[in-house]
């Protein structure tokens, strides 16, 4: 009968499978890193290349903020406006020309008193 040919192999030692283990481990770190630096490189590339219109978007949202903060403002400013409109307290322009009024009116005293005392 024909026995099946074993392929003979060549049997190493153990230290000698330990160091190509080693090795392999070693090798497989080095292409790993390899294609961390690759992506990485990558990585960068692609960032270059979106920038200008990274910076589009965001100036374009920047402006977009100032505008609704713009408007928020003005809606608040007209809102406490008619606030204190309604509890009767005057504005600014008010409030000035109750000044001048009384300005005058402190100056006509003076002179009224000035009279009467000569």
Do not use: C
Request: aromatic share 4%; no cysteine; hydrophobic share 35%.
């Amino acid at each position: 009968m024909d026995e099946p040919k074993q392929e003979q192999t060549e049997r190493k030692p153990v230290p000698e499978i330990l160091r190509q283990a080693g090795m392999a481990g070693l090798g497989l770190l080095a292409v790993a890193g390899e294609g961390v630096t690759r992506g990485f490189q990558y990585l960068v590339e692609r960032g270059e290349q979106l920038e200008p219109l990274a910076r589009e978007r965001m100036g374009a949202a920047r402006d977009r903020i100032r505008e609704t903060a713009g408007r928020s403002e003005k809606a608040v400013d007209e809102k406490v406006s008619a606030a204190l409109k309604r509890f009767g307290v005057p504005t600014r322009e008010q409030l000035q020309a109750f000044t001048e009024k009384l300005d005058q009116l402190a100056s006509r005293v003076d002179e009224l008193a000035q009279h009467r005392g000569s």
